[in-house]
């Protein structure tokens, strides 16, 4: 029997409520922490590149780069590790809430997450090349297969099929389905937009009144950090973007997770 959209949400939701402790810890130490490292390292030249405006002179920017060339390039390594490490976050969140007997392990979901870890790179990259050259050809194949595709990343941890079988076994399981995968996709992605939109009214009102001229349109006429307001409304943003992370990443995984959970059954 197909499931409502309603019993879907709700299921995941109530999941969520179940396991939030352990995805708010992988969250914390996958892409909080390496997120705040990343800021660290940003910290003594991203305000230099922000004084220069929206049309910054090229020797402008190059003369900031040799000024602070070694902290850039530990920025650009900060990024790049933070990137692996978020991508092992998504595997080791799926790998889990798929493979969990009633609750979820941190270090059990860990642990799966480590082993599959370079199979779902592989996989991503050859699905992002796939979409992106559809996307290249026309917008509406790339649609289309977006939706089609939708559950190969389960199918591929779960299943631990191949990349290709993955994609075409997701393909055969929306096929027929096609509208009502698409319709549940758009009317979950709303639901999230609705609370990220919440999420950037409380944050933006709380960044105006810790320090209104961060709300300032003129970047190049303001002095960065030139009082703790500016390290305080910093801390704000991340505090309630990991917050945020914590509610959507999860529960984005789950509804799909359950989703393809029961296409798999009917």
Do not use: H
Not at 34 to 46: E, L, M, R, T
Request: aromatic letters at 18%; glycine letters at 6%; charged letters at 15%.
């Amino acid at each position: 029997m197909k499931k409502r959209f309603g019993e879907l949400f709700l299921n995941s939701w109530k999941e969520y409520k179940l396991d939030y402790r352990v995805f708010v810890l992988i969250i914390l130490l996958l892409i909080f922490l390496p997120s705040v490292v990343n800021y660290v390292c940003q910290f003594p030249w991203s305000p230099e590149i922000l004084k220069l405006g929206d049309n910054p002179n090229s020797q402008d920017i190059l003369n900031i780069f040799y000024n602070y060339k070694y902290v850039i390039i530990l920025s650009i390594l900060a990024g790049i590790v933070s990137f692996i490490l978020a991508i092992l976050s998504y595997v080791t969140m799926t790998y889990g809430s798929l493979n969990k007997k009633k609750e979820m392990s941190f270090s059990e979901s860990l642990i799966g997450g480590k082993k599959n870890f370079w199979r779902y790179l592989g996989f991503m990259i050859v699905s992002v090349i796939f979409m992106l050259g559809l996307y290249l050809l026309l917008i509406i194949p790339g649609i289309i297969f977006s939706v089609y595709w939708i559950f190969s990343s389960f199918i591929f941890i779960k299943e631990k099929k191949g990349i290709i079988e993955s994609l075409r076994g997701s393909y055969k399981m929306v096929k027929g389905n096609w509208w009502r995968t698409f319709g549940y996709s758009l009317l979950f992605f709303l639901i999230i937009l609705g609370i990220s939109f919440v999420f950037s009214l409380v944050s933006g009102l709380i960044l105006f009144i810790i320090n209104p001229a961060s709300m300032s349109n003129d970047l190049a006429t303001i002095n960065y950090y030139s009082n703790y307001q500016w390290y305080l409304g910093d801390a704000v943003s991340l505090i309630i973007n990991f917050t945020l992370m914590s509610i959507t990443i999860p529960l984005s995984l789950l509804f799909f997770k359950n989703f393809y959970l029961s296409m798999k059954e009917k």
